[in-house]
T-cell receptor, first 115, second 113 residues
């Protein structure tokens, strides 16, 4: 089955620790994205990557880092510099598609709680 | 002005009725428009997308786009309790820019028995 996997589903960390969230896709999509969602809010873009070994900052990149060494994988590291890391983190991927629309498909998400 | 605006709701409709969800956007050069459904605690699921002015139908769902008014809507016919969720509108702006999507904050829909 093709899809996007994120692990773990729930993650708990102590303040001051870095944590890496996994995102893997087997859809053969070129582009991948990381979003964060806070209660009652929409999705905010953290980082995105259009191709292997290249990525760009989104709207809220401070305190986060990413890598894109393989087409299938786009891990996100939440560093201790991120002031409010507790959130629902969503990974997505996209491809031009038959209509060239670049519709994005989401993984199941990782809920991170930092105390 | 927010780039993508939605009424947060909740929008309550009786079972079997038509639910109408609305979204406005600020960038006149926006090219593609998407509707996602998000159940509580779950990730967004793509329902449908539209690029051209007019209507696009897929089963019980119809997306309507009016670029002149910068307005896109989603109609859900014969609403079912399982349609109760938050509906997110997303817009892909002008060409380039990594094909990023900008999301609205979502409209909560409640379908009542």
């Amino acid at each position: 089955d093709g899809g996007i996997t994120q692990s773990p589903k729930y993650l708990f960390r102590k303040e001051g620790q870095n944590v890496t969230l996994s995102c893997e896709q087997n859809l053969n999509h070129d582009a991948m994205y990381w979003y964060r969602q806070d209660p009652g809010q929409g999705l905010r873009l953290i980082y995105y990557s259009q191709i292997v070994n290249d990525f760009q900052k989104g709207d809220i990149a401070e305190g986060y880092s990413v890598s894109r060494e393989k087409k299938e994988s786009f891990p996100l590291t939440v560093t201790s510099a991120q002031k409010n890391p507790t959130a629902f983190y969503l990974c997505a991927s996209s491809t031009p598609g038959t209509s060239g629309g670049y519709e994005q498909y989401f993984g199941p998400g990782t809920r991170l709680t930092v105390t | 002005q927010k780039e993508v605006e939605q009424n947060s709701g909740p929008l309550s409709v009786p079972e079997g009725a038509i639910a109408s969800l609305n979204c406005t956007y600020s960038d006149r050069g926006s090219q593609s428009f998407f509707w996602y459904r998000q159940y509580s605690g779950k990730s967004p699921e793509l329902i449908m997308f539209i690029y051209s002015n007019g209507d696009k139908e897929d089963g019980r769902f119809t997306a309507q786009l009016n670029k002149a008014s910068q307005y896109v809507s989603l109609l859900i016919r014969d609403s079912q309790p399982s349609d109760s969720a938050t509906y997110l509108c997303a817009v892909r702006k002008s060409a380039g820019g990594g094909n990023k999507l900008t999301f609205g904050t979502g409209t909560q829909l409640k379908v009542e028995l």
